[in-house]
T-cell receptor, first 113, second 114 residues
Framework: DQQVKQNSPSLSVQEGRISILNCDYT??????FLWYKKYPAEGPTFLIS?????DKNEDGRFTVFLNKSAKHLSLHIVPSQPGDSAVYFC????????????FGAGTRLTVKP | GAGVSQSPSNKVTEKGKDVELRCDPI?????LYWYRQSLGQGLEFLIY????????KSGLPSDRFSAERTGGSVSTLTIQRTQQEDSAVYLC????????????FGSGTRLTVV
């Protein structure tokens, strides 16, 4: 069962504009959420996280928003840069069982110069 | 080393053969995970090692899959009698414990079963 869903397999934006990547989850036990970025032929790298006690976490150009009632989170990148082009994975876990981290299928972001 | 190292980076094997995938985690990381990513799918949890505790094998898809971690460091994932549906990228990750959830992933092993 896909407990973490990224319904957009791809997204294309113009350099300088905002990129918004979306993620939905079904398990109400999840209370910790992460975004990973993956370049071709490399493993995913941790980007930003948020715990369920917050609804927003910002780190430079990257902001993650969490809407617990909707079981939805999003990653905003602004301004987008060509180097941001990668596959972005959303992940979720319950702090009581952090080894069981569930990942979405990923969204391929392309930032055009 | 500076990162998580996996070998081989690519492996093509015939259906029915056994394969071994290796993961060398970051020195000092006590937690080690194996995931796999099939085409169009998310990362699927396979197995988790934490220190000297018994591993969490709940994600292994069948008894053809096994993994060990020797000396709390290097891990080997073994797939016996490979099937075409085993074709995927197998990713290893390691992390510290105590609340650091930023897993560090290796580059993966792309396994193709023909």
């Amino acid at each position: 069962d896909q407990q973490v869903k990224q319904n957009s397999p791809s997204l294309s934006v113009q350099e300088g504009r905002i990129s918004i990547l979306n993620c939905d989850y079904t398990n109400s036990m999840f209370d910790y959420f992460l975004w990973y970025k993956k370049y071709p032929a490399e493993g995913p790298t941790f980007l930003i996280s948020i715990s369920s006690i917050k609804d927003k976490n910002e780190d430079g150009r990257f902001t993650v928003f969490l809407n617990k009632s909707a079981k939805h989170l999003s990653l905003h990148i602004v301004p987008s840069q060509p180097g941001d082009s990668a596959v972005y994975f959303c992940a979720a876990s319950a702090l009581s069982n952090n080894n069981d981290m569930r990942f979405g299928a990923g969204t391929r972001l392309t930032v055009k110069p | 080393g500076a990162g998580v190292s996996q070998s081989p980076s690519n492996k093509v094997t015939e259906k029915g053969k056994d394969v071994e995938l290796r993961c060398d985690p970051i020195s000092g990381h006590t937690a080690l995970y194996w995931y796999r990513q099939s085409l169009g799918q998310g990362l699927e949890f396979l197995i988790y090692f934490q220190g000297n505790s018994a591993p969490d094998k709940s994600g292994l898809p069948s008894d053809r899959f096994s993994a060990e971690r020797t000396g709390g460091s290097v891990s080997t994932l073994t797939i016996q009698r490979t099937q075409q549906e085993d074709s995927a990228v197998y990713l290893c990750a390691s992390s510290t414990t105590g609340g650091d959830y930023g897993y560090t992933f290796g580059s993966g092993t792309r396994l193709t079963v023909v």
